[in-house]
C-alpha cells in the first residue's frame, strides 16, 4: 500500500476550542454523557473547511414527528451550526419513519447534515 501523501495546509485539521453550548432554557436533554471521554468533533483528523469541495463529515439529528419536535429540532441544529462556525454545510438529508421507544413506536424525523 503505498503512502498517503501529506495533506495540504488548508487541509489540516483545525482544532475545535470551548466547551459544548448548553441546552436551550426549558429544555432538560435526556441523553447524558459519562467520564470525561472527547466530543467525537475534537477527534476529527479531516478539517470540515469552507472550499466548496464535498463533504467530510456528518451530524445527525433526529426529533419526533410532532410540532414540539419539529421546533426542538430546529433548535438542536441552530445551535450545533452556532457553535460550529468553521463548517460549512454541503448538504442536508432527512428520513421519515417509525422511531421505536420504551414507550412504544412513533413518527420520527432523522436529519443528517453534511459538512
Request: without cysteine; proline residues 10%.
Amino acid at each position: 500500500m503505498p503512502d498517503r501523501p501529506e495533506p495540504s495546509p488548508e487541509n489540516r485539521a483545525i482544532p475545535i476550542e470551548g466547551a459544548a453550548p448548553a441546552p436551550p432554557a426549558g429544555l432538560n436533554p435526556k441523553i447524558k454523557t459519562f467520564g470525561g471521554a472527547a466530543r467525537h468533533e475534537d477527534s476529527w483528523s479531516r478539517s470540515p473547511n469552507v472550499t466548496g469541495t464535498g463533504a467530510i463529515h456528518v451530524r445527525s439529528f433526529h426529533s419526533k414527528l410532532s410540532d414540539d419536535g419539529l421546533a426542538y429540532l430546529d433548535r438542536q441544529i441552530n445551535e450545533w451550526l452556532d457553535a460550529h462556525p468553521q463548517y460549512e454545510v454541503k448538504f442536508v438529508t432527512t428520513s421519515v419513519g417509525e422511531w421505536t421507544s420504551k414507550l412504544g413506536k412513533e413518527a420520527g424525523l432523522v436529519v443528517q447534515v453534511w459538512v
